[in-house]
């Protein structure tokens, strides 16, 4: 029976010996590259591991220490999700707001989408120094505030101002890929649609509601679930700006997991890991069924 | 054939990806040993200088130098020590003896030295207080190369033009800072992190742990009474807390901000460099205390992990920076002070520092070292900073009262203590 | 009535072209602050109030990363490293692709599911096993760590494999009954017809390898392995750093991409909008 099986098998494959071999190359990478490395720290996520020393199998102890007994997990998790709640609600807005102004007749078009999207070609390293130094409590924006009369803000010192800090510099890189996004499909909506809605009178609100919007709706899809999947993975900003503080009132998911590996505390980071990987699959399966239902 | 041009161009750049990758990680020909060296000194680096002199000496041996930074050679350890090739030779701040020594990740040099440092026995070589730091579980872990003190620096023209003398206690310190600042200007630092706020416990008779390492002892009413007089000089407005966003201390030095500041022997070396106009401006004294002079003390070690692969030629390059006349290079290259007794007691180190004013700056450190407590080592110790340090942060940020602080990091740590 | 239209229309316009320049300058900010902070004496850089443009200017913070510092290593490392990983993934992805979209064998469904699943996975879930591998393999600290877990992408073969679909069978088939075998066909064919897909692939791979930052600073340790982002977090790291070097330093990690971006404007928005458009 085996036999067969597999002269049948040896048969399929010098058959289609070609095709199996342009996929080797990503086949074996994804093996080599993800799948093992996959299996190994979801092994180490129910031990106690330094690395030094032998692991210690301990079960869920790590993940329930995560969700029950680590406070600053917790702050992580909150601090991760108000970062992504702040930044999806302004940075695609202003995606949109400047991708409808940029849809208007206007000369110069390129000039000013360039503006907008230069800073999503240049790396989260380097937009963290930048922002670094314009936060600076010498900096160019305080010395802006203090000529205003405004004071100085703590950004990267004052608690209540880290997150935000972390944020708007997070916002000036990335809506520049949601303005050209928009863009192109503000500019697949048929004008016909429009130039029906203002014959039946409907203003500019209504329009922008009743033909701008639906027009949108795939993209927009995209653009909150990529985007969300995105930034919970943040952690370039915090490492050069804050180091997750003061008071770890900055400290992000994959930078706590970052400390605890920097602690040898294998098993624990990696257990933080997984944690975050059943969040971001929760994700995109909600993007699957919501773009299902579309359909 | 444009097709065919790209194709062979990727080609070849593969192949030529390949090739160097080989290449770059290729060992050294011939029946030569090659030892990896960490060092994370930086630009005014005592290490360096050795190379050309040892593998003078030792022909078979040949040195590869890797310079980093002190961030990147912590994380770097932390990764290879847990699986990857160790270096041979690494420079280790002291603080991360515990983590590292309980895991078992240095080789114990006692027997790879035959009990004895460039012919002297190691408890000749070194002061009391250093060999108890480079020792844990009776191994010898590192060679203490450096050792860190902190001290007080201060801007002697102005204490001078103002008519100040050099405080000796916390009420003088206090008095000091008080006719010393100017609005926003000529401050006292603050910083919330363990190394400083030890000191201020030490000085007022406490310590972080107790004395068999089972329990926070930094809630004590010494320790806390000597946190919130560290505090009470940010409540006063005479001091600074010097956060991230400050930038580096060295630009609050130079234009004036900071006038006074608890720092080790090697910043003198940064001054001198970073800050050459400032000759002559500033001083080092003791750091003003309440009960007796204290500080945390640590230091450079050099160590060796016990995964490296050549430990015999390791241990060579270690002696050999150990030797006096190399000692003594610590504090000419790298102005930070030698942890060598030998080296301690030469004239080349003990001398009238014109930076500082022709003061033997040196001298005071050494004073310090006396009354300097290394942290505790213990397997969690990591975590017990982290805490400690948070715990600083939220009282140096007014979210907590000292007491309260102190009190929620006890228990903390005494959780972490416990596992 | 007429003129009050055309005014309004008129304030509407003026409005919006107003909103567009003050945004556009705000935006630049940052980057302006950047490059004149490089060029900038040390002491000039925090007064106040601000100095708007360097007096004196001076190009020596440049000079002093690239001889005291190995900024031009590093710049050489980057491309390097990127440019490989670039041609890598054009060549094994769409070859991957083409066998995905257009050749039959089987398991090619469900081998496809199974390896776009991975796409879900977050890096840093395999962070620390995969540098265990390279250790293994003895490949820390050179160039091989940082390209060969880099040749090739789920994402690319993705991208690539919705641009061959549309590319019709029958002029694969007119190549087959010619007689080129598959490794021809592929040549021949579908290279050329998807260069705006490879344009695309090329311009997302190389961008994302020249940003890399966490997987180079773990798998190198030697000053002369450094890319341009690893040696620029190290440069903000130093304590006796100052912020014209590091501004300096920015400006070089940051100007290349730019320049590709500017060179390539068309293409990349073209690339950008496919996938997320029709994607």
């Known amino acids: ?129 930048v922002w670094m130094m314009l936060y600076n409590q010498n900096g160019l924006f305080n010395t802006v505030l203090t000529n205003l009369g405004l004071g100085t803000v703590g950004w990267l010192s004052d608690p209540k101002w880290t997150l935000v800090s972390i944020v708007l510099a997070s916002i000036w890189q990335g809506f520049g890929f949601e303005t050209v996004v928009y863009l192109a499909a503000l500019q697949d909506i048929p004008k016909e649609l429009y130039e029906a809605a203002m014959i039946d009178g409907a203003s500019a609100w209504q329009r922008f509601w009743t033909v701008t919007l639906p027009g949108l709706r795939s993209v927009v899809l995209f653009v909150y679930v990529y985007g969300i999947i995105g930034s919970y993975q943040v952690f370039d900003q915090v490492f050069v700006m804050t180091s997750g503080g003061p008071v770890y009132s900055s400290t992000s998911i994959v ?13 624990y980071s990696s257990a933080i890991a997984y944690i975050l990987f059943v969040i971001l699959v929760l994700f995109s399966y909600l993007q699957m069924r919501l773009s299902r239902e579309r359909e | 054939m444009l097709k065919k041009r790209i194709t062979l161009l990727m080609l070849v750049t593969l192949l030529a990806g390949a090739i160097l990758s080989a290449c770059g990680g290729a060992p050294a020909g011939g029946g030569k040993t090659t030892i990896t060296v960490w060092d994370y000194y930086g630009e005014a680096t005592p290490v360096k200088p050795l190379i050309e002199g040892f593998q003078q000496e030792n022909p078979d041996i040949e040195i590869k130098y890797e310079a980093l930074d002190w961030d990147t050679t912590l994380e770097k350890l932390n990764v290879v020590l847990s699986g990857g090739t160790p270096p041979d030779v690494v420079t280790v701040d002291m603080t991360w003896i515990p983590k590292f020594a309980s895991l078992g990740a240095f080789s114990d040099l006692k027997p790879l030295s035959g009990s004895q440092l ?45 008519g100040i003398q050099v405080p000796t206690n916390w009420d003088e310190l206090l008095a000091a800072a008080q006719q010393l600042a100017e609005s926003d200007k000529y401050l006292y630092e603050f910083d919330a992190d363990t190394f400083h706020g030890s000191q201020w416990i030490y000085e007022n008779g406490g310590t972080l742990l107790n004395a068999d390492n089972t329990e926070a002892a930094f809630n004590s009413a010494e320790a806390v009474q000597a946190i919130e007089f560290n505090k009470s000089l940010l409540d006063a407005g005479v001091a600074i807390n010097w956060t991230t966003d400050q930038g580096e201390r060295i630009q609050g030095v130079k234009d004036g901000r900071v006038a006074m500041f608890s720092d080790g022997p090697y910043y003198m070396g940064i001054m001198k460099s970073a800050a050459p106009e400032m000759t002559g401006m500033w001083r080092v004294a003791v750091h003003p205390y309440s009960k007796g002079p204290g500080s945390y003390l640590g230091g450079t070690g050099l160590a060796i ?86 715990a600083m942060q939220e009282i140096a940020l007014g979210q907590k009262t000292v007491q309260q602080a102190l009190d929620d990091a006890a228990t903390s740590v005494n959780e972490a203590l416990s596992q | 009535m007429i003129t009050r239209r055309k005014t309004s229309l008129l304030l509407q316009r003026g409005t919006l072209y107003l909103a567009l320049v003050v945004s556009s300058i705000l935006m630049i900010v940052p980057f302006y ?42 710049f050489s490392n980057s491309l390097f490293v990127a440019g490989s990983i670039t041609l890598a993934h054009v060549f094994f992805d769409t070859l991957a692709a083409y066998a995905f979209a257009k050749l039959r064998f089987p398991g090619r469904d469900r081998i496809f599911f199974i390896m776009l699943l991975g796409l879900m996975v977050p890096f840093q879930v395999n962070l620390i096993p995969m540098y265990r591998i390279m250790s293994s ?115 070089t990690t940051a100007l290349p991409m730019i320049l590709v971006y500017l060179l390539m404007q068309r293409r990349f928005i073209e690339g950008i909008t496919a996938g997320a458009v029709k994607g």
């Open chain 1, 1 to 129: 029976m085996t036999n067969t099986f597999i002269m049948r098998a040896a048969r399929e494959i010098r058959k289609h010996h070609l095709a199996y071999l342009f996929i080797a190359v990503p086949v074996v990478s994804s093996i080599v590259f993800l799948l093992i490395p996959m299996l190994t720290s979801l092994w180490w996520s129910f031990n106690d591991y330094s690395g030094l020393q032998p692991a210690k199998f301990i079960g869920l102890q790590n993940y329930i220490k995560l969700l029950t007994d680590d406070t600053i997990f917790l702050h992580a998790l909150r601090n991760t999700t108000l970062f992504v709640l702040m930044g999806m609600s302004i940075g695609p807005t202003l995606g949109l707001i400047t991708a409808i102004m940029l849809n208007q007749n206007i000369r110069l078009r390129t000039i000013f989408r360039t503006a907008y999207f230069l800073p999503v070609m240049t790396s989260m390293v380097v937009v963290a120094t």
């Open chain 1, 255 to 267: 930078y706590y997991l970052y400390t605890r590996f920097q602690n040898l505390r294998l098993g």
């Open chain 2, 118 to 162: 460039n012919g002297v026995p190691w408890d000749q070589a070194y002061t009391p207080g250093a060999l108890e730091a480079i020792t844990f579980n009776d191994q010898i872990i590192a060679a203490l190369y450096d050792f860190d003190v902190y001290a007080l620096y201060y801007r002697a023209d102005l204490f001078e033009q103002k």
């Open chain 2, 305 to 390: 992990p016990s995964g490296a692969k050549h430990q015999e030629a390791a241990w060579k390059f270690v002696e050999y920076a150990m030797r006096v006349e190399n000692q003594i290079g610590v504090y000419t290259y790298a102005g930070a002070a030698p942890a060598l007794k030998a080296a301690l007691e030469s004239p080349d180190v003990n001398v009238a520092d014109p930076y500082f004013g022709n003061q033997q700056a040196f001298a005071v450190f050494l004073e310090a070292t006396n009354t300097a407590h290394h942290f505790p080592y213990v397997r969690v110790w990591s975590d017990i900073d982290e805490i400690f340090t948070n």
């Open chain 3, 33 to 74: 602050w950047a490059v004149i902070t490089s060029l900038k004496l040390e002491g000039f850089v925090y007064s106040n109030p601000p100095q708007w443009w360097p007096n004196p200017l001076t190009f020596f913070h440049y000079v002093e990363i690239t001889t005291k510092l190995s900024f031009l290593r590093y």
């Open chain 3, 137 to 251: 393999l003895r490949w820390l600290d050179t160039y091989a760590a940082l390209i060969v877990p880099q040749l090739t992408s789920i994402f690319g073969i993705f991208l690539m494999r919705q641009y061959i679909q549309s590319i019709p069978d029958e002029l694969l088939d007119a190549a087959r009954i010619d007689g080129c075998n598959e490794f021809n066909v592929f040549r021949r064919v579908i290279l050329p017809l998807a260069i705006p897909g490879i344009a695309t692939l090329v311009i997302f791979i190389f961008m994302g390898a020249w940003s890399d930052f966490l997987w180079p600073r773990l798998v190198t340790s030697s000053n002369n392995m450094f890319t341009l982002q690893v040696g620029l977090a190290q440069l903000q790291m130093k304590n006796t750093s100052n912020i014209t070097q590091i501004m300096a330093g920015t400006v």
